[in-house]
């Protein structure tokens, strides 16, 4: 069965033709990073994992491109008036905005390790292209798609849905409707000609924090722009994925779309992928109405919503066991089934590995042609627009055989040695290589081992702080250990750590 994905532009599954045979350009939305990443973040990035992971389990050669906002994301409407999130944190906490933006985004990378998401191969950053996002803006004013106000940049959507006739297509919206609106007394709301319009340059006022120099103003560039910018620089003009939360479609990914064509011609992805909400007891997440949990409430269970904590690698197998477009609910039993699960899972595999036998059967048997059809069919499920939850459902199937030879209901004389091999190394793959779970002996491990690393990075920072004489440094970074717990000495062999 030929790889199927659901096409969002398409509204439908389609085979998967990369533009380019044998290789992938995937582009991701990654967080803006003005705060700690949430749950529901973290289900679109597990699962954008693990269609790189299988993707690369084909054969693919994958360029996987994931940004970091870290300008441009307005608190409401896209205007002058304005503020970006960053910046807004930054005044709040009397911070530098860049210590916002490192702050947090350590954080991301620290809790996406956890749940043991591979790195992107590419992870730009909104303010490392300012020049690239200028440009972009100069040259969809060029083509006659902007227009500019008091020193910002505004995309026209009424003109480029009138030559172009597509804004709208991927999120259903009736650009019609915004058409026909009354425009009476639009400038005393706004600089925008119209209300679909959005600023692809904004004027920063006197006060705001983040600014560049423009032909137009000193400014920032608007949050849809940098992932046009982006995307292209690294994937070109056209490429094969472009994914995100569904609630990206409007307006993000539908402007992106736009930008796109506006500056370059052409819509930027081919397929475009979206993952559904995380719930919570059937209802969507919300701090106000106290229906929320945070990452490491899970992890410790210091939540009334849970009866106890649960690991990264049981919330990780609870979130593929969902398909990625379903809606995704938690609650306390939910994780529960699914630790067991996860835990069954991995037991599983520890006993296939270490079944062996002196007797095989000499000849294929009907066994062995169950096994392999329950492994092609867990191959299918993943190639039917990524379905984790009939994969896993496969997998579950085989663990039946794997158990029946481990108890000698099942003789070794009904297998062939050859397919026990195959299915030794095709459990513990789809396992580790796919869905990306590891033993908790092994999560910990790693966990140990990333830690370790990070100390030691730490410890030669605050040497070079004290070789220097630079003493505020190097008394932060002790400062900061300690209140993790974290003890550092120094001694005649030089530093060591210790948890505290």
């Known amino acids: 069965m030929a790889l199927k994905l659901y096409n969002s532009l398409a509204r439908k599954k389609e085979i998967f033709e990369p533009i380019h045979e044998g290789r ?8 803006t990073v003005y705060s700690d990443v949430h749950l529901g973040n973290i289900r679109t990035f597990v699962s954008f994992d693990v269609i790189y992971r299988y993707l690369k389990y084909l054969g693919y050669k994958v360029r996987y491109v994931r940004n970091i906002t870290d300008v441009g994301h307005l608190e409401g409407d896209a205007d002058s008036n304005a503020e970006d999130k960053i910046s807004q944190r930054a005044r709040l906490e009397q911070l530098e905005p860049m ?3 490192q702050h947090y985004m350590n954080g991301f990378h620290s809790m996406m390790h956890r749940f043991n998401t591979l790195d992107p191969n590419i992870e730009p950053r909104a303010t490392g292209h300012i020049i690239e996002q200028i440009k972009m803006v100069q040259d969809i004013l060029d083509n006659g798609f902007a227009y500019i106000e008091n020193g910002s940049v505004y995309f026209d959507t009424l003109k480029f849905q009138q030559e172009k006739k597509v804004y709208g297509q991927l999120s259903g919206r009736i650009i019609e409707e915004l058409m026909t609106e009354t425009r009476t007394d639009l400038k005393n709301q706004s600089e925008k000609r119209h209300p679909s319009d959005f600023a692809i340059w904004i004027k920063a006022s006197p006060t705001h924090l983040m600014r560049w120099e423009s032909p137009w103003s000193i400014g920032f560039p608007g949050w849809h722009l940098e992932c046009s ?16 939360g569904n609630d990206l479609k409007f307006p993000h990914h539908e402007n992106e779309i736009a930008q796109n064509i506006g500056a370059c011609g052409v819509a930027p992805a081919k397929y475009w992928l979206h993952t559904n909400m995380l719930l919570m007891h059937g209802k969507k997440m919300s701090k106000s109405d106290g229906n929320s949990i945070t990452p ?14 649960y690991s990264p690698m049981a ?6 066991q969902a398909h990625y477009r379903s809606t995704l609910d938690i609650s306390d039993e939910a994780l529960s089934a699914a630790e067991k699960g996860y835990k069954k899972l991995m037991e599983t595999n520890k006993v296939l590995q270490n079944l062996a036998a002196t007797q095989w059967a000499s000849t294929p048997t009907s066994t062995d042609t169950e096994i392999e059809k329950l492994m092609s069919e867990t191959i299918n499920g993943m190639n039917d627009d990524f379905n984790t939850a009939i994969a896993i459902g496969k997998l579950n199937e085989l663990s039946g055989y794997i158990h029946k030879l481990a108890n000698k209901q099942l003789a070794f004389t009904e297998i062939s040695e050859s397919v026990l091999n195959k299915l030794k190394a095709f459990y513990a793959t789809f396992i580790t290589d796919v869905f990306g779970l590891l033993s908790e002996s092994e999560h ?15 410890i030669t920072m605050r040497q070079k702080a ?9 008394d932060l970074i002790r400062d900061a250990l300690g209140e993790l717990k974290i003890q550092v000495k120094d001694g005649k062999d030089g530093t060591t750590w210790s948890k505290g």
């Open 24 to 31: 992938v350009g995937m582009y991701v939305c990654g967080p």
């Open 296 to 309: 490491h409430e899970l992890f410790t269970g210091d939540s009334p919503h849970v009866s106890k904590g």
């Open 315 to 320: 919330l990780r197998f609870f979130m593929l």
């Open 229 to 244: 910018v982006m995307s292209t620089k690294y994937l070109g003009d056209k490429f094969d994925i472009h994914g995100g």
């Open 444 to 458: 910990a491990a790693q966990e140990e081992s990333t830690l370790d690393g990070l100390m030691q990075l730490l």
């Open 466 to 474: 004290r070789a220097e004489k630079d003493w505020a440094t190097s």
């Open 99 to 101: 210590e916002i933006v």
